[in-house]
């Protein structure tokens, strides 16, 4: 026959076994609330042992004026955003927040999650979507108090605002010019570094900016995406149609300040103020006979070379100039 006593001590060797399962979950929890308040406390009691750090630092010296509540709590917040900051693995770059260094980590990884379903264009940041919805929509929220004129983004505004002001705080340090926008700073150093980064890879022609190549693509692809809408002639640069613009209108904006002359295009007010002026400055070097512009100079040097580029399609004649061409 068995001990009771022994049987009373088998049934509960282990009481943790017989405990509900729900019962020890909920312990569980409380544990882990427990701990977060613990934590909260600690934070907490961080927090105030730092701002009584920054007091300290700021101690009131006799004659001198304190610090307002609001400007020792900035202090104090300034010092624990640093404390937080985030660096970024990749390149360094310090951060405020992790919002910040997930959006920064864009940049390494070539992450573009927004996405314009209207052309098919992403984009890293929601602010840079949201401008360029503006493409599409012609929203221009930013207007000129000066002239009228809108824009979509505040700095293209902001750059704008120069043209009025006269300013132009971007100067190269090789022959002192101005320029308004870095960009068109970084583009003229070119002039003189003869750097042109920029290579067509159809023709190996190079060139000094991204833009300009952009625009010499369009020779091999034949696109011209500039249309005028009065003749449906078409050009590879808004430039260009905006020049054009001009035979339609009869405008005649640039002016000789000797006589009075006008012209269309400026290269054609330059060349005729080269009469009262007398300067010649292309000359041949086989003669030295010389010239008011390239091309008069360049169709003079066919006489030496003997080049003939005009052939006539009915007597297979060769003709030097395009003016005796077209007069045969």
Known sequence: MSDP?????KHT?????????????????ELSEVKEESEELSEVKE??????????????KPGEKPLSRSKTKNT????????KSTTCTQCGKSLSTKQSIEIHMRVHTGEKPFKCDQCGKSFAQSSNFDVHMRVHTGERPFTCDQCGKSFAQSSNLDVHMRVHTGERPFTCDQCGKSFVQKTHLTEHKT????????MCVQCGNSFTTKKNLDVHKRVHTGVKPFTCDQCDKTFLRASHLKTHLRVHTKEKPHSCSVCGKSFSLLQNLQRHEKIHTGV????????EKTFTTAEHLKLHQRIHTGEKPYKCSHCDDEIQSIRKFENT
């Open 280 to 287: 010649r400055e292309y000359m041949c070097f086989e003669c």
């Open 13 to 29: 060797e282990d009481p943790e076994e017989q405990r509900d399962p729900m019962e020890v979950k909920e312990e569980s929890e």
């Open 5 to 9: 006593e022994s049987c009373r001590m």
């Open 191 to 198: 002039i003189h570094t003869g750097e042109k980064p920029h």
């Open 47 to 60: 927090e105030r042992e730092e701002l009584s750090e920054v007091k300290k630092e700021h101690h009131v």
């Open 76 to 83: 104090f917040l300034k010092k624990r955003r640093a404390k």
